[in-house]
T-cell receptor
């Protein structure tokens, strides 16, 4: 059972390059999320999609865009990568009911040189 | 003040010890509470939900104190495999299912 799948697992970019992080879930969840995690800091929400067709900014959206392609897929795009975006990125999904937890993919480790 | 605060540790305990972590949250109207576990360089995984009456899952016990706005996690008979970072997670009201994560408490269980 795959759960939440993220690609790629690792990526190195040069400053100014663009790329898209892919996320897909097979749990029929309505809500999907993108987080970044930096050393010494908790997970910070970048964008989320409460349901198919909607997206909203989280705590740290600057420099990122998202697309909720369908119920399964939620992608994160860096248009012009900056060294400050070096981080580990996690995608998560959940049911829409308030007492349900989120399930995470195994992360994308992104380095911007 | 951070929305969710945890003692970062590290907590270094011998095998078999009992260890407790606390977490405080700032929004008194928060609805849902969870403990997640994160191994080094891995994704966070749900350890347990935290219910108002307190709940237990094997060696793990979670408690919620709404009046004082804190959540606790007790681990009994610690195993080497319990070594990880434990994340306190809160669902504030009106947040459209967003969760707020604490920075985590690092636990190392020593042989």
């Amino acid at each position: 059972n795959a759960g939440v799948t993220q690609t790629p697992k690792f990526q190195v970019l040069k400053t100014g390059q663009s790329m898209t992080l892919q996320c897909a879930q097979d749990m029929n969840h309505n809500s999907m999320y993108w987080y970044r995690q930096d050393p010494g800091m908790g997970l910070r929400l970048i964008y989320y999609s409460a349901s198919e067709g909607t997206t909203d900014k989280g705590e740290v959206p600057n420099g990122y865009n998202v697309s909720r392609l369908n119920k399964r897929e939620f992608s994160l795009r860096l248009e012009s990568a900056a060294p400050s975006q070096t981080s580990v990125y996690f995608c998560a999904s959940s049911e829409i009911r308030s007492n349900q937890p989120q399930h995470f993919g195994d992360g994308t480790r992104l380095s911007i040189l | 003040r951070k929305e969710v605060e945890q003692d970062p540790g590290p907590f270094n305990v011998p095998e078999g010890a009992t260890v407790a972590f606390n977490c405080t949250y700032s929004n008194s109207a928060s609805q849902s509470f969870f403990w997640y576990r994160q191994d080094c360089r891995k994704e966070p995984k749900l350890l347990m939900s935290v219910y108002s009456s307190g709940n237990e899952d094997g060696r793990f016990t979670a408690q919620l104190n709404r009046a004082s706005q804190y959540i606790s996690l007790l681990i009994r008979d610690s195993k080497l495999s319990d070594s990880a970072t434990y994340l306190c997670v809160v669902n504030p009201p009106g947040s459209a299912r967003q969760l707020t994560f604490g920075s985590g408490t690092q636990l190392t269980v020593l042989p």
